[in-house]
């Protein structure tokens, strides 16, 4: 016996301790602003964060190849992307987006693009 948890419990241990902590945050701030009126300017603010955040994690997978800025048309990835923006300009479907995004990266693929 290599240590007193088996590899199984701790992954399911550290999942567990995640997630708590995950929820107590997020608990946090519907009890701190649940009674509350959040000021106008604030909400204004706030709507700018998902977008920012998706940006911020988006991004870098789509440009970046091989530790550089890759704009090129051999970037599957980055072709992907352009199809997956047109097809959420059009239809206005998110299932309709990420479908579209996933096929077309396994196209480009294929292809050797």
């Not at 701030?29 to 998706?54: C, D, K, S, T």
């Not at 940006?55 to 048309?73: K, M, Q, Y």
């Not at 047109?86 to 998110?94: E, G, L, Q, R």
């Given at each position: 016996m290599v240590g007193l948890i088996s590899n199984d419990v701790s992954i399911w241990l550290t999942m567990l301790v995640v997630g708590v902590f995950t929820y107590a945050t997020r608990l946090s701030f519907i009890l701190i602003f649940g009674q509350r009126e959040i000021p106008a300017r604030l909400?204004?603010?706030?709507?700018?964060?998902?977008?920012?955040?998706?940006?911020?994690i988006i991004f870098p997978e789509l440009l970046i190849r091989d530790g550089e800025i890759d704009l090129s048309l051999g970037n599957e990835w980055?072709?992907?992307?352009?199809?997956?923006v047109i097809v959420a300009w059009f239809s206005k479907?998110?299932?309709?987006?990420?479908?579209?995004?996933?096929?077309?990266?396994?196209?480009?693929?294929?292809?050797?693009?």
């Amino acid at each position: 016996m290599v240590g007193l948890i088996s590899n199984d419990v701790s992954i399911w241990l550290t999942m567990l301790v995640v997630g708590v902590f995950t929820y107590a945050t997020r608990l946090s701030f519907i009890l701190i602003f649940g009674q509350r009126e959040i000021p106008a300017r604030l909400r204004q603010a706030l709507r700018f964060v998902p977008p920012a955040v998706l940006t911020a994690i988006i991004f870098p997978e789509l440009l970046i190849r091989d530790g550089e800025i890759d704009l090129s048309l051999g970037n599957e990835w980055l072709l992907a992307g352009i199809t997956a923006v047109i097809v959420a300009w059009f239809s206005k479907n998110v299932v309709a987006t990420i479908f579209a995004g996933m096929v077309a990266l396994i196209l480009f693929e294929i292809a050797g693009f």
